[in-house]
């Protein structure tokens, strides 16, 4: 299993496949430089962070949900996928054209 070439971590990630099949991304764990402008979001109750990426930065990636991660990392959100971590709390959502330091 690879991740798709459009991944914001396809460089440098890596799907790990464990013995009973599940998967896991291993990842370098990212920083927003302090000169990177983003934008302010409060989180609203059931809402993901990759459908907040998704309203953020759809039409400027093929897939913007992948970049919940990167939002997850900036914000310091250990487990995206638990809503009680940033229900209620204003995040940053960086802007687009500013996330090209990721490749570099």
């Known amino acids: 299993m690879e991740l798709h070439k459009d991944n914001p ?4 990630g890596k799907i790990v496949v464990f013995d009973d099949g ?3 991304l291993d990842r370098p764990q990212v920083s927003l430089p302090s000169n990177v ?9 059931g809402e993901y962070l990759d459908q907040i ?3 953020y930065y759809d039409g400027k ?4 949900e992948w970049y919940s991660l990167i939002v997850a990392d900036i914000n310091n959100i250990d487990l ?8 209620g709390k ?3 959502i960086p ?3 500013y996330l090209e330091f990721l490749n570099t």
């Open 80 to 87: 995206p996928l638990d809503q009680s971590s940033y229900v």
């Open 37 to 45: 402008p983003f934008y302010s979001y409060l989180v609203k109750e």
């Open 53 to 55: 990426c998704k309203k």
């Open 22 to 24: 599940t998967t896991e």
């Open 90 to 92: 204003t995040i940053k």
């Open 9 to 12: 971590y396809s460089e440098n």
């Open 61 to 64: 990636a093929d897939y913007p």
């Open 95 to 97: 802007f687009f054209q």
